[in-house]
């Protein structure tokens, strides 16, 4: 009972400690708006204004409906440029996709035969390379089809395809960059402000203060974890109704409660963390030094920002030791797939194990750390 | 020369809205010994910042050795002339740099060279007795010895004026005597140099020739410390004081001297209880260094007890050990008859700390803070309410019960520290320097506090000073040095013993006796007999040089920063490298065969044979489909309708249904494709097959041709480009971070306030960071190399001299942002977000910057990343040469001029 009242009233002076630092807050709240707004609006890995060039030795109509087969907003109106100059164009990069009409191109295709374009592409612009090359080739063949037979589609196969794109339907860049850019708020403010709430009393000496108290150190922690996940979870609620929701408009799928109680759990994990770097930086400066080690593998290599089936397999296995990689699993199924609890529960399980063993680990080393 | 050394009129000066000085006019005589007296925050150290040019004048005018300060020419010429020492032991020492290190690039700084300079320093270093420590890091001597050091460097270029802020604050007693000696023995040997001092010692200002007493930010008094005493009518400066800054008359000051309890409570308490504290032979080692040594003493029960020494002499070390914070090496605490049980928290009720300096939560009100330990210490709550009005009234806090903690004066918040102290009412409180930086008057009213916690309540108090005239209000004291004890009883009975007439007269002949005379020095000249040829040159090398090398070692020896800069790098290549690859293969898939004809099975195996795929069990039925997609399992679903096989022989349409994981757009996309390319090419097999030739599906055929990547690796296309991200997050980092440090560290004084000039020291500074980044480009490459295996096609000495361009332009950007931020956890957060931004968004890693638009197409023009970035791609994936890059490299060079200058604008040669 004292223990739980101590836990309560260390965890209002925590509210009331952030409250009183506005510089804080004002960050706090931008990363919960503004950045994930912006994340959201921005969304660019699928093809957007690709630049390409062509030569076009064939002068013809038919060359000519081929170059303007390419679309915004896939593709920049093409260039036309000179046989001589491709090379430079490609080694500047001004230009990912270079393409050659033959001389001849609309004769011969009218005489029947198969005419070959060439096709270069820069292919170190790995994201527009390889879509834009499928964009490319489907615009052209349509484009040809429809001039030797005017009304006819692309060409046809006994067997065609029908695609259905599940959950995303128009591959829109803004669902994802906008839920996926929360995720990584979540982690990243939750790690900074228990973090520095730490540094803070270190610095201030008020910490030794607390430690000539009747109290214990897992009441200090655990009132620092709970006033800090409250703020978080505060902002998050409040980013996913308002800001995709509503701002980008992204439709959720799944239930909203359910997502929130998956990020209160690995709130547990990520102000452990926190409390981690907390105990081993002495300063501020080296709590963001070791802060950016930390977060950059966490995020990137989380499946938040490219797909993890990719990555090597020993990055899989070390990565499945951290609460992200587990976290935006689960809130892709229940956001984007509409997965409900009896999918996400391994995540559930999972977080909660990763959450108890850091929660574990960053209690030892606090106390050690105050002992010491 | 003039009569005054220096003249003020009219000045003022603010702090954000916190009034530092108000319309200060004043006129101090040359050729002495002035002395600025007045507690904490009473605007003293801001006089002497501005006489020094260290700061910027606000309002009013200064005239210095006859000239106007206002004047940035004037102020150039002169520096030269004098000798600024900041507040804090060692302020303008760089504490990782060796004795001989700090004053050698203070004589680079004022253009010492060859014999002269050697034996320049080495005069200095005899006379100072540093002479045996000449090769111990400055933050590892004691800090007396740090004072002396501080002095040197101050003397290296014979002043005519030297200003001194708080030479002494926190010195032992005999280390402040010897630094006073020194003063006097270089005006001896100097005649006509004008000494400024700023002191909180008031028994330290009887020696000076001329005073000014300070409160508030106003001049109380001037004078003689002899016309001060005569016109307040008292005996010591200590009191002249307390009239001077309340106005009262000399009866009332009296009055409060007589009104603190007589000092007998120490004989009349009684005996034989067992004793409130009780350490016995406490021993405490960090690593080889012994911070406290053979400490024993017992504390009867209401007995004031006091610790007396400087600064790091383990004081603090061992309160703490008495509060269980740090548990002794050696020997054992007991409290109340009991030994001390750090966990026990029953203990820590009966006992309240005060740790040094403020350390309450300065965000909270006065009444949010006590209601807070009320609270933790588990008062009972109706009674929190009355214990915190009682403790308001009788510590004299009723009229600031809402205001902030940390916007009370200084003497004000230690009484709050000492009233939450005592919340819970305790029997034991141990004051770790309680009344540090408090102007006398408050001190007074503090110790009457104490006196009565101990008289009439009865608490045992274990205070710690470094104010002899504290330690005599003590009933028994301990005198300590380095970490021992040298002495322990009553004040009078150490004073009649050493023979003496006062405490510190007691106390510097116990630690002569201690100490012998090692580090007093010879009488040898302090100062230079030629005169110096001051440098006034806008340029030159040598001071950039100074800068240079001391940052370097510095940097060298700062592990978190070199871990940084070295491990972090490659650690974070590593990470992206392997974090941002875009290859999308190994996809799960599954098929819903609903047909299980062997013309179905067929189609299958040109998915299940792909490189991209990887076949799941297959899906049962469209429930379950849709349940394994959800969770993640399947990225591709197949639907094979019934009569699937049967259509395809008789050569009717069919369908096949494709489900892809639209989550992550750019997967989808890409999943898209593959499957439109395995369909593709399995009919057109299918058809050859069948009928031995290739049917004409279209007459156009795309002959794509991948350059430089024709494996398509993502590897080779992502690590070039990480080389530009972190050649300019790190290098940026580090830059900012080294010159905000030395804002934060107040070691920027020295760019105030010695003749080096923005320029000299922004590329001082600057070179180590190119150097230690150029390091870091090379293991870089290296791991691209040999690690990736990305292929170097192109010119390595193109990609270097880029490197080395874009690094020199990364540093600069680290010195323009470093101009806006104070404090370096700023420094490190806006430097983070402005450069990964642009660089990540706008500089073509993704797209080209050819397909931006509005903002970000601008942005990316004028970004250096851009310009490397493409360096760094045409030499390793497209294999281009020097002269391809010559342009480009061009561009990137175009940088650098323009942030050196807007560095160099924006850095003030004057603080604020």
Known sequence: MKSLANIWNLGLKELRSLWGDKVLLVFVLLAFTLIVYTAGSAGSMELNNAPVAVVDEDQTTLSRRVIQSFQQPWFLKPDLIQYDQIDAVLDRGSHTFVMVIPEGFERDVRKGDVVSVQLNIDATRMTQAFIGANYIQSFVTTEVARFIEPGSGSTELPVSLVNRVSFNPNLEGTWFGGVMELITEVTLISIILTGAALIREREHGTIEHLMVMPLRSYEIMAAKVWANALVV????????????????????????????????????STTAIGILIGTVARTM????????????????????ITPRESMPQLVQDIMLLAPTTHFVSLAQGILYRGAGINVVW??????????????????????????A | MTDQVARLEGVSHVYGECQALTDISIEMPAGCMVGLIGPDGAGKSTLLGLIAGARKLQAGSVEVLGGDIGRQQFRNRLAPRIAYMPQGLGGNLYHTLTVDENIGFFADLFGLTGERRKQQINRLLEATGLLPFRDRPAGKLSGGMKQKLGLCCALIHRPDLLILDEPTTGVDPLSRARFWDLIDRIRAQQSGMSVLVATAYMEEAERYDWLAAMDDGAILATGSPDELRE??????????????????????????????????????????????????????????????????????RGEIFGFLGSNGCGKTTTMKMLTGLLPPSEGDVSLFGKPLDAKDLGTRQRVGYMSQGFSLYGELTVRQNLELHARLFHLPEEQIAVRVDDLAAEFGLAEVLDQLASHLPLGVRQRLSLAVAVVHRPDLLILDEPTSGVDPGARNQFWSLLFRLSREDGVTIFISTHFMNEGERCDRISLMHAGEVLASDKPEVLIRRAGEQTLEGAFMRTLEAATGTDDIGSGAMLTDEHENEPDYRWFSVRRLWAYGHREARELIRDPIRMAFAFIGSALLMLILGYGITLDVEDLSFAVLDQDQSPQSRDYVTAFSGSRYFIERPPIADMAELEQRMRSGELSLALVIPPGYGRDLKRGQDTEI???????????????????????????????????GTIPTLSRVSIEVRYRYNQDFRSLDAMVPAVIPILLIFIPSILMALGIVREKELGSITNLYVTPVTRLEFLL????????????????????AVWVFEVPLKGGLWALSLGALLYIIVTTGLGQVISAFASTQIAALAATAIITLLPTVQ??????????????????????PATWFLQVSRGVFTKGLSFSDLQPTLLNLAAFMPVLTLISVILLKKQGR
Do not use: C
Not at chain 1, 285 to 304: A, N, Y
């Open chain 1, 233 to 268: 979870m505060i902002a998050a609620t409040l980013s996913v109704t308002v800001v995709i929701q509503g701002w980008l408009g992204v439709p959720v799928a799944g239930s909203i409660p359910l997502f929130l109680f998956g990020a209160l759990i690995h709130l547990f």
């Open chain 1, 285 to 304: 400066p080296q709590f963001g030094l070791l802060l950016i080690l930390i977060i950059l593998p966490l995020q990137l290599l989380s499946g938040g």
């Open chain 1, 346 to 371: 391994p995540e559930l399980l999972a977080l909660t194990s990763i959450g108890a063993v850091f929660f574990g680990t960053a209690l030892v080393l606090f106390r050690r750390h105050l002992s």
């Open chain 2, 231 to 300: 016109r307040t009518s008292t005996r010591t400066l200590d009191e002249a004081f307390i009239v001077l800054s309340s106005g009262k008359g000399p009866d009332k000051a009296g009055n409060e001297k007589e009104a603190e309890p007589p000092l007998t409570a120490a004989e009349t308490r009684e005996t034989g209880t067992i004793p409130a504290i009780e350490a016995n032979h406490l021993t405490l080692r960090f690593g080889d260094f012994t911070a406290v040594k053979d400490v024993s003493f017992s504390i009867s």
């Open chain 2, 657 to 691: 249904g494709v489900w892809v994981d639209g989550a992550m757009p750019f997967r989808g996309e890409t999943i898209k494709g593959y499957v439109e390319g395995i369909h593709y090419s399995y009919f057109k097999e299918l058809v050859k097959r069948t009928y």
């Open chain 2, 764 to 783: 001082g500074k600057q070179i180590p960071y190119i150097v230690f980044s150029m390091i870091s480009y090379v293991s870089l490459v290296m791991l």
């Open chain 2, 842 to 863: 706008f500089s073509g890693l993704t797209e080209p910057v050819s397909s931006q638009e509005g903002v970000g197409a601008i942005i990316g023009q004028f970004w």
